[in-house]
């Protein structure tokens, strides 16, 4: 049975610089294949991971809760249809679009394109770096390996003491 610290260490995701570059240097090479105006890699709790490209709307963080309810709420269609999920979807409007791809249980990244771009690039080139982004978060930088996420072994216990002492 796992302790509150570990269980919190084991269902974040922890990210470092190096980690982030290497996340970053797959969708700077992505964009210029595809053509796409932007990448966003989001967490399936709607948290934004990082993004290239230009910047699709002022409100990212909007945009990124709107994503993974979206992806969370087509899982479920998929379901009710007998599948074990939809690995990604489309939303094409007159002028702009948005591909979302599932990059393992936990993350989606999600294209914005417009009237310029191939979507049949924007697909092809999505499916390979899905699995690009995924050898990246198989793949720990050296910190995540040595398990220094940076969190106190005794948290919880720290936390609490803190509490304690302020009220």
Not at 79 to 89: A, C
Not at 94 to 115: E, H
Not at 147 to 156: E, N, R, W
């Amino acid at each position: 049975m796992q302790t509150p610290n570990e269980r919190l260490r084991s269902d974040r995701m922890v990210f470092y610089a190096e980690d982030v570059q290497r996340l970053d240097r797959e969708l700077d090479g992505f964009l210029e294949l595809s053509g796409a105006r932007s990448a966003l890699l989001i967490d399936t709790e709607g948290h934004m991971i990082t993004r290239r490209g230009e910047t699709p709307t002022k409100s990212l963080e909007s945009l990124a809760a709107l994503v993974a309810g979206s992806f969370a709420a087509t899982h479920q269609v998929a379901q009710l249809l007998g599948e074990e999920g939809f690995h990604s979807l489309a939303h094409q409007g007159q002028d702009q679009g948005i591909q979302l791809s599932a990059v393992g249980p936990r993350t989606l990244l999600a294209v914005v394109w417009d009237s310029t771009t191939n979507l049949g690039l924007v697909r092809f080139y999505a499916q390979e770096t899905t699995q690009r982004l995924q050898r990246v978060f198989d793949t720990p930088s050296p910190k995540r390996a040595a398990g220094d996420d940076g969190l106190a072994q005794d948290y919880s216990e720290q936390a609490s003491a803190a509490l304690d002492e302020l009220f």
